[in-house]
């Protein structure tokens, strides 16, 4: 039996990986991949690897056995039709048997079109028959503190969020509520809205830069349409920019502030604070 991580080289699936290791032998670990050479480091401390494609369906023919319990973190390919991708993984999984699917989803108060293929994938999942968890993890203080740069250079917060609150929490802490769902008992059939314990305003993540750096930084608060011409100004594809803009619209509405406290109970410990995660960024 394998405790089996998808997508076990990005960002949360590292954390993932890094945090089984803490808790349970190697041999017991799976890593699927899609290259080989960017988890060497897993292999070298005894971590399966198994090179699989979302996107290749027969990859995944006998890549889970029986009684394994299996990680499904989301894919990023927004392009490629992700909830296809994922019922790639959730149909292998069922073939075999696994004994449990974990899906990393989104917050169940989320409308933003970011969340139709989450909502579609659980669909899916629960159709299949597996036991399941589904681990709807709100957002990470990460995708704020790593694009601090054009924040530090023109000294502003520029989001379409007005006075809207985030539960954000590190990609650790929700890499730590995985790892108790893949590790523990008791977690078939699961549903678990995670998010950090303190909700902030983005007003109050400007005075935490500007405390931190010694710097002025202010909220500049715009319209959505505004922000998705800043981003695609930025480089992004316009379909991703009116995605994420289209986050800062649920923000706004109140459907990314998660009071459930299933993160903090899940993991065992109060949540990473965000300013915290400036410092680290800060620091980087």
């Not at 990986?17 to 799976?30: C, D, H, S, Y």
């Not at 650790?172 to 998010?195: C, I, K, R, S």
Request: charged content about 20%.
């Amino acid at each position: 039996m394998s405790i089996v991580v998808t997508g076990a080289t990005g960002h949360l699936g590292r954390h993932v990986v890094e945090q089984l290791l803490e808790k349970v032998p190697a041999e017991q670990i799976t890593a699927v991949v899609r290259d080989r050479a960017k988890a060497a480091d897993f292999a070298d401390r005894g971590v399966t690897l198994a090179v699989a494609d979302y996107n290749a369906p027969e990859t995944f023919e006998g890549l889970f056995a029986a009684g394994d319990k299996v990680l499904l973190i989301s894919g990023n390919e927004f392009d490629k039709g992700r909830v296809r991708q994922h019922t790639v993984v959730i149909d292998a999984a069922k073939a075999a048997g696994v004994a449990l699917l974990a899906y990393t989803s989104a917050p169940g108060s989320l409308t933003a079109a970011l969340a139709d293929d989450h909502r579609a994938t659980e669909e899916v999942l629960l159709a299949s028959g597996l036991p399941y968890s589904l681990l709807r993890n709100a957002w990470y203080h990460e995708n704020y503190t790593e694009n601090l740069a054009p924040v530090l250079e023109h000294g502003a917060v520029v989001q379409a969020a007005g006075d809207g609150r985030v539960s954000s929490a590190s990609r650790a802490d929700y890499a730590a509520a995985a790892v108790a769902v893949l590790t523990g008992e008791g977690h078939e059939n699961t549903t678990y809205e995670l998010g950090g314990d303190e909700a902030w305003g983005f007003a109050e993540y400007a005075a935490e830069l500007s405390r931190q750096t010694g710097r002025e930084i202010v909220y500049s608060p715009v319209t959505t349409d505004a922000l998705a011409g800043i981003l695609t100004g930025a480089g992004l594809p316009a379909p991703l920019a009116a995605v994420l803009a289209g986050v800062d619209a649920s923000i706004e509405k109140g459907e990314l502030a998660v009071s459930s406290g299933d993160l903090s109970r899940l993991i065992g410990r109060p949540t990473t604070p965000l300013a915290e995660a400036v410092t680290v960024a800060l620091k980087g």
